[in-house]
């Protein structure tokens, strides 16, 4: 089993940045894709960022040039940078966890609400 929990959500105003935190229970880049997600009101999630054990990254085309996605093997922690934020982002935002070998074996965080308002 693994248990992963954001944080780092928040209010910030329309051009400002925020750093999001995903903490998994123990080490497993080495066997797991990590991603970010993002659901808004009425909307579909989304994927947001995600990279893969050897360091390969993917973005959605709304956040490509304002949001990074990064790791910590040693605190076994994700990152997503997001910098320029928009109303737009305005959504709750999970941490992924799939499987390379069996690709059912996924595990979610439980979000982190971040507001970009003025």
């Known amino acids: 089993q693994v248990q992963l929990v954001e944080s780092g959500g928040g209010l910030v105003q329309p051009g400002g940045s925020l750093n999001l935190s995903c903490a998994a229970s123990?080490?497993?880049?080495?066997?797991?894709?990590m991603g970010w997600y993002r659901q808004a009101p009425g909307k579909q999630r989304e994927l947001v960022a995600s990279?893969?054990?050897?360091?390969?990254?993917n973005y959605g085309d709304s956040v490509k040039g304002r949001f990074t996605i990064s790791r910590d093997s040693v605190k076994n922690t994700v990152y997503l940078q997001m910098n320029t934020l928009k109303p737009e982002d305005t959504a709750v935002y999970y941490c992924?966890?799939?499987?390379?070998?069996?690709?059912?074996?996924?595990?979610w965080g439980q979000g982190t609400q971040v507001t970009v308002s003025s």
């Open positions: 990279i893969t054990r050897r360091g390969n990254t």
């Open positions: 992924n966890a799939r499987s390379v070998i069996i690709m059912s074996d996924n595990y």
């Open positions: 123990r080490n497993i880049f080495s066997g797991y894709i």
